[in-house]
């Protein structure tokens, strides 16, 4: 298991903006802050498969 570390930027329209930083480009967006964050773990848990798919580290 791997922890990563979420930055929620609060949008000022509504809603949460998530980022990985230590995963470039992995970004999703939630409603409030438990949807931004289950968002977050389905967006790394698709981003990990995609390295693996294409052999990456």
């Known amino acids: 298991m791997h922890i990563y570390k979420l930055r929620l930027h609060k949008e000022a329209q509504g809603g949460f903006t998530v980022s990985v930083p230590s995963l470039p480009g992995c970004?999703?967006?939630?409603?409030?802050?438990?949807?931004?964050?289950?968002?977050?773990?389905?967006?790394?848990?698709?981003?990990?498969?995609?390295?693996?798919?294409?052999?990456?580290?």
């Open 27 to 57: 970004i999703t967006y939630g409603e409030n802050v438990d949807e931004a964050i289950a968002m977050a773990k389905e967006a790394i848990e698709l981003y990990l498969e995609e390295l693996i798919d294409r052999g990456e580290a």
